[in-house]
């Protein structure tokens, strides 16, 4: 059990204090492996893991690098499958089945797939809808690769694009472009929310644009930095987050596009690039 092999490794290094983190531990856990280390006081801590997992080494990075490219090739099979009639279960499942057949051990979240005024909620539980002709269809999907996870979204279209949703989708774009620009190393994360944001809500639309502008990817499918406009510390060379500005119409429909970036010395690389937009 963990309390005994924790037990073990305490006595072994005659430790009389142990820290452990406060966020990830249950109360009964934490009483059962206090009762089996009698004499050693516990100190609760929080973040400090967190804190040492925002800068990624090399073969983090290759593995984050592998887990986007599987998340790459299934939004391009995406395309060929989305057919008006299909269900978003089904679409989802085709693709959670094609991940494992390319490497991945698992989804790295519950795959979205949200068609028509179902796009309009950010954290849509895909359902059993049908998707029709004319339809709206934004798929966010993630993939674990060897305990390192990817998390990238893209709107799918089955017809004409209304003049008034290209005109949305071309501000998201520009928003998550705008944003992609200012990334790079000593630039505060805080101003890299604001310029994505400062766009959406100069065309209009800064009440529907309700959450974080990203998060860091990494062990965690959200871990540290928060790419928030609370987020005053300043970035740093191989964080690796996404940047994903969206705006979502009740009743109608959402748009939003994400992807994976990795900092660099003097900027960032999109890891997920060669996926269209």
């Not at 406060?22 to 206090?34: E, G, V």
């Not at 004499?39 to 925002?54: M, N, P, S, V």
Request: charged share 30%.
């Amino acid at each position: 059990s963990i309390a005994s092999t924790i037990f073990e490794l305490a006595a072994g290094a005659k430790i009389k204090r142990l820290g452990f983190e406060s966020r990830n531990l249950d109360t009964d856990r934490y009483s059962r492996i206090k009762k089996k280390l009698r004499g050693i006081r516990f100190i609760a801590t929080r973040d400090l893991i967190e804190e040492l997992r925002k800068i990624k080494n090399r073969e983090e990075i290759a593995k984050i690098k592998k887990a986007v490219k599987i998340c790459v090739k299934s939004l391009e099979l995406a395309k060929r499958i989305i057919l008006p009639g299909r269900k978003e279960i089904e679409i989802a499942a085709e693709l959670e089945r094609f991940i494992r057949y390319n490497g991945a051990s698992s989804t790295s979240f519950q795959t979205i797939v949200a068609s028509g005024s179902n796009s309009a909620f950010a954290h849509h539980l895909t359902s059993g809808r049908k998707l029709k002709a004319q339809d709206i269809v934004f798929i966010d999907i993630g993939v674990d690769y060897q305990g390192y996870k990817s998390d990238l979204t893209r709107v799918f279209f089955l017809g004409k694009i209304h003049s008034e949703i290209k005109a949305i989708y071309d501000i998201v774009l520009q928003a998550q472009a705008l944003a992609i620009n200012k990334i790079k190393p000593g630039i505060k994360i805080c101003e890299v929310e604001e310029i994505a944001r400062q766009h959406i809500a100069l065309k209009g639309y800064g009440g529907f644009f309700g959450h974080n502008l990203g998060h860091g990817i990494g062990l965690e499918i959200h871990e540290k930095p928060a790419i928030s406009s609370y987020n005053k510390e300043t970035i740093q060379k191989g964080m690796v987050f996404t940047v994903e500005p969206a705006i979502y119409l009740p009743g109608e429909f959402g748009i939003r596009i994400e992807d994976d970036v990795l900092v660099t010395e003097n900027g960032c690389e999109v890891l997920s690039d060669s996926l269209h937009k």
